[in-house]
Nanobody
């Protein structure tokens, strides 16, 4: 059974940085496009960034220039480097990919940015 496990969240001051990791465990030959999503209190989950298997990337306008998504296919891990964090980045961050569907949603990792 494939599992996606997020880690790396925490409490950080505005302007600080965090690096999130998403480890894919289980028997899977190829991991296709992966995305980082976030859900702030009282808001819908939104796509923050995505990366294809060949490392093409997409960023939401709200994080462009501050966040960097990357992946290590050999380690089956996807990363999200978050710099210049703002209080509005406070949310639970999740990773998932279309191939995993609803079962891919894990517990997420909480990011809290204080002003």
């Amino acid at each position: 059974q494939v599992q996606l496990v997020e880690s790396g969240g925490g409490l950080v001051q505005a302007g600080g940085s965090l690096r999130l990791s998403c480890a894919v465990s289980g028997t899977i030959l190829t991991i296709n496009t992966m995305g980082w999503y976030r859900q702030a209190p009282g808001k819908q989950r939104e796509l923050v960034a995505s990366i294809t298997r060949t490392h093409s990337t997409y960023y939401a306008d709200t994080v462009k220039g501050r966040f960097t998504i990357s992946r290590d296919n050999a380690k089956k891990t996807v990363y999200l480097q978050m710099n210049s964090l703002k209080p509005e980045d406070t949310a639970v961050y999740y990773c998932n990919g279309p191939q995993f569907g609803p079962r891919g949603w894990g517990q997420g990792t909480r990011v809290t940015v204080s002003s």
